[in-house]
């Protein structure tokens, strides 16, 4: 079947996602097309009515702020939702200018394609659930996101940990308040000089240095060296306030490595606390850092919580997990 994929290309988690599902698709038998789109047209979608679909395509799978544009004669729709700006909890990560366009533009936008859509996904349980508080209509299919677990993986061999080493911890994302990135020079700053953190910084980080000696920036990396940092850590420490998925928990979790991470949106259904790492109250520095300091000090508990991130990953967050269930929604659609 061939599969339209238009995206609108940001240069982050919106061109990641795209290009997993083509990926899950393909290895189903399908023909994706992806279509990348410049991101200025998010504010003018109705233009995107004038492009042409591929030939002989069956479905569209679009972002829901765009997926009513994109609409055709004789071809099905599925509209995405990765995570829904209009949920109360993500106000406090808006500018003044962003809440005039969240409230009216993209909320005009995505009533459309809810109502012209065939099907929708939600890429989590809350985000659908979020969705849904928001503007009503059908409730969202959940499709949580696949990562390539063939390729996030632990490390080949495992070496001799040496115990005078710092505890190592590894942040990943954009240097931003709603990733909770304000917290990461208090909970340093609490562990003292036993531990460290390794941070990558994002397409949207200004400022990557902190003035903390036992914080080291990593700048941007390749997949390859994300891979390699994800190993390399003790703890992948993620304190975010809002996510609609959580790759960065995911993707630590396929190479084997815990994840300390905020109780909060999506985060509780990629990481099981207790099993997979450890759940903390929102902006609880003291809870983080009691919580690393109870798995650096416990390293039976630690490897266990490692073999079971890395079976939980391939379980629930694979790629060919991702391909079965868009497969089944498909096939349900155009049967």
Same mark, same amino acid.
């Given at each position: /079947?061939?599969?339209?994929? !238009?995206?609108?290309?940001?240069?982050?988690?919106?061109?990641? #996602?795209?290009?997993? &599902?083509?990926?899950?698709?393909?290895?189903?038998?399908?023909?994706?097309?992806?279509?990348? *789109?410049?991101?200025?047209?998010?504010?003018?979608?109705?233009?995107?009515?004038?492009?042409?679909?591929?030939?002989?395509?069956?479905? +569209?799978?679009?972002?829901?702020?765009?997926?009513?544009?994109?609409?055709?004669?004789? /071809? $099905? =729709?599925?509209?995405?939702?990765?995570?829904?700006?209009?949920?109360?909890?993500?106000?406090?990560?808006?500018?003044? #200018?962003?809440?005039?366009?969240?409230?009216?533009?993209?909320?005009?936008?995505? $009533?459309?394609?809810?109502? +012209?859509?065939?099907?929708? =996904?939600?890429?989590?349980?809350?985000?659908?659930?979020?969705?849904?508080?928001?503007?009503?209509?059908?409730?969202?299919?959940?499709? $949580?996101?696949?990562?390539?677990?063939?390729?996030?993986?632990?490390? !080949?061999?495992?070496?001799?940990?040496?115990?005078?080493?710092?505890?190592?911890?590894?942040?990943?994302?954009?240097?931003?308040? %709603?990733?909770? @990135?304000?917290?990461? !020079?208090?909970? /340093?700053?609490?562990?003292?000089?036993?531990?460290?953190? #390794?941070?990558? @910084?994002?397409?949207?980080?200004?400022?990557?240095?902190?003035?903390?000696?036992?914080?080291?920036?990593?700048?941007?990396?390749?997949?390859?060296?994300? %891979?390699?940092?994800?190993?390399?850590?003790?703890?992948? &420490?993620?304190?975010?306030?809002?996510?609609?998925?959580?790759?960065?928990?995911?993707?630590? /979790?396929?190479?084997?490595? !815990?994840?300390?991470?905020?109780?909060? @949106?999506?985060?509780?259904? =990629?990481?099981?606390?207790?099993?997979?790492?450890?759940? =903390?109250?929102?902006?609880?520095?003291?809870?983080?850092?009691?919580? *690393?300091?109870?798995?650096?000090?416990?390293?039976?508990?630690? $490897?266990?919580?490692?073999?079971?991130?890395?079976?939980?990953?391939?379980?629930?967050?694979? *790629?060919?997990?991702?391909?079965?269930?868009?497969?089944?929604?498909?096939?349900?659609?155009?049967?």
């Amino acid at each position: /079947m061939i599969v339209w994929l !238009p995206y609108l290309s940001t240069g982050g988690g919106n061109d990641t #996602y795209f290009e997993r &599902l083509a990926k899950s698709l393909y290895t189903k038998g399908h023909q994706p097309i992806l279509q990348r *789109i410049p991101l200025k047209w998010q504010y003018f979608p109705f233009w995107l009515s004038n492009i042409a679909a591929p030939v002989d395509a069956k479905i +569209c799978i679009a972002g829901l702020n765009i997926a009513f544009a994109l609409k055709r004669d004789g /071809m $099905k =729709v599925i509209a995405i939702e990765h995570h829904c700006v209009l949920d109360p909890a993500y106000k406090p990560f808006r500018s003044l #200018y962003q809440t005039i366009y969240h409230e009216s533009l993209v909320k005009y936008f995505s $009533k459309s394609s809810l109502r +012209c859509a065939d099907a929708v =996904v939600a890429v989590s349980d809350y985000t659908a659930g979020s969705l849904y508080r928001a503007l009503g209509g059908p409730r969202a299919h959940v499709i $949580k996101n696949g990562i390539e677990t063939d390729f996030f993986t632990p490390a !080949p061999q495992v070496s001799v940990q040496n115990s005078k080493r710092p505890f190592r911890l590894l942040y990943v994302g954009n240097l931003i308040y %709603r990733k909770g @990135s304000d917290l990461l !020079p208090r909970i /340093m700053m609490k562990l003292g000089n036993k531990y460290e953190l #390794y941070y990558t @910084s994002g397409l949207r980080t200004r400022n990557t240095d902190f003035d903390i000696p036992n914080m080291k920036p990593l700048g941007r990396l390749s997949r390859e060296q994300l %891979r390699d940092e994800y190993r390399k850590a003790d703890l992948l &420490l993620f304190p975010t306030r809002f996510e609609g998925f959580g790759y960065a928990a995911a993707e630590a /979790m396929a190479c084997g490595t !815990p994840v300390v991470t905020s109780n909060c @949106s999506s985060l509780p259904e =990629v990481v099981q606390d207790g099993i997979s790492g450890r759940l =903390v109250g929102l902006n609880d520095i003291d809870g983080f850092a009691d919580a *690393i300091r109870d798995l650096a000090a416990n390293n039976e508990l630690l $490897k266990s919580m490692g073999n079971n991130a890395r079976r939980i990953a391939k379980e629930c967050f694979s *790629i060919d997990r991702m391909g079965t269930e868009y497969d089944l929604l498909l096939n349900e659609l155009t049967g």
